[in-house]
C-alpha cells in the first residue's frame, strides 16, 4: 500500500463515528467534535487510567507532526464544559428570555455581518480578476491576429485563461449565492430557544441532546509558553444561532 493510499484509508476511517464496544453505539461527541486547526473530527481515545478517556486531533493520530499538532482533551473536561454551557444557556432563557434572545441576536448577527463584508469583498476581488482576464484574452486575440503573439504562445495563453475562468466564474457563484443566504437570513433564535428551554435542569449528556442541540464542538491547540499556564479554546456552535 502506497503512503498516499494509506493516508486515504486512515482519513476515511477517523471520519467514521467512533463506536464504544460495550454498547455498539457510537461515542456521545462522534461527529460533532473537530479540530480547530485543522478542520479534522477529534480521535476518541480510551485510557484506563485514573485520568480517563481522551480525544486528540484525527489527522495528528492518522499522519504524525505533518498532520496537525497533538493537542488533546481530556473526556471529563469537554463533557463538563459542554454541560455548564447548555445548562447556563437554558438557565438564562428561563430567567428573561426577552434579554437572552437580544444577547443571541446579537451574537449570531455580527458573525453574520461580518462574514457578509468579506463575501462581498471577496465577490468584487473575483469579478474585477474575470473582468482583467477578459482584457487579456482580448489583447491577445489582437496580438496573434496582427503577428506579434506566435500560436505556440497564444494557444498556452488561452489554455491557461480557460482553467482560471472555471475557477473564478464557480467562486463568484458561490460568493453570490452565500451573499443571498446571509442577506436573506432571519435569526431563527426561536427554534434555539424552543430545544435549549427545556434543559434548564439537564443533569447529564446523552447523544440525543448532542445532535438536537449542537452543530460541532471545535477544540484548538492550547495558546502559551509551553511550561506555563496554557489555555485551551473550546467553541461551541449550536444549531441555528452559532458559537455562544
Known amino acids: 500500500m502506497t503512503k498516499e493510499l494509506f493516508d486515504k484509508v486512515q482519513a476515511i476511517i477517523e471520519q467514521r463515528p467512533r463506536i464504544i464496544k460495550k454498547t455498539g453505539e457510537p461515542h456521545i461527541f462522534a461527529g460533532v467534535f473537530y479540530c480547530g486547526e485543522c478542520g479534522w473530527r477529534m480521535a476518541h481515545h480510551v485510557r484506563s487510567t485514573a485520568?480517563?478517556?481522551?480525544?486528540?486531533?484525527?489527522?495528528?493520530?492518522?499522519?504524525?507532526?505533518?498532520?496537525?499538532?497533538?493537542?488533546?482533551?481530556?473526556?471529563?473536561?469537554i463533557y463538563q464544559l459542554v454541560l455548564a454551557s447548555i445548562r447556563e444557556n437554558a438557565r438564562l432563557v428561563t430567567a428573561d428570555e426577552e434579554a437572552a434572545v437580544k444577547r443571541i441576536k446579537t451574537a449570531k448577527s455580527g458573525g453574520e455581518i461580518k462574514r457578509l463584508a468579506a463575501a462581498k469583498k471577496e465577490l468584487a476581488s473575483a469579478k474585477k480578476r474575470l473582468s482583467e482576464s477578459d482584457y487579456r484574452v482580448r489583447r491577445a486575440y489582437e496580438d496573434n491576429v496582427s503577428g506579434k503573439l506566435p500560436d505556440k504562445l497564444f494557444n498556452k495563453f488561452i489554455r491557461d485563461y480557460e482553467t482560471e475562468d472555471t475557477k473564478l466564474t464557480a467562486l463568484v457563484e458561490s460568493l453570490q449565492a452565500e451573499i443571498i443566504t446571509l442577506e436573506s437570513a432571519n435569526n431563527d433564535?426561536?427554534?434555539?430557544?424552543?430545544?435549549?428551554?427545556?434543559?434548564?435542569?439537564?443533569?447529564?449528556?446523552?447523544?440525543?441532546?448532542?445532535?438536537?442541540?449542537?452543530?460541532?464542538?471545535?477544540?484548538?491547540?492550547?495558546?502559551?509558553?509551553?511550561?506555563?499556564?496554557?489555555?485551551q479554546k473550546i467553541t461551541i456552535f449550536y444549531k441555528f444561532v452559532g458559537a455562544l
Open 51 to 77: 485520568k480517563g478517556d481522551y480525544y486528540s486531533c484525527g489527522k495528528y493520530r492518522a499522519n504524525g507532526q505533518s498532520g496537525c499538532s497533538s493537542h488533546h482533551v481530556n473526556y471529563s473536561d
Open 189 to 231: 433564535v426561536s427554534a434555539f430557544i424552543d430545544l435549549i428551554k427545556p434543559l434548564v435542569g439537564l443533569t447529564e449528556l446523552n447523544r440525543n441532546v448532542l445532535l438536537a442541540l449542537i452543530d460541532k464542538i471545535v477544540v484548538s491547540e492550547p495558546a502559551g509558553a509551553k511550561g506555563k499556564i496554557r489555555e
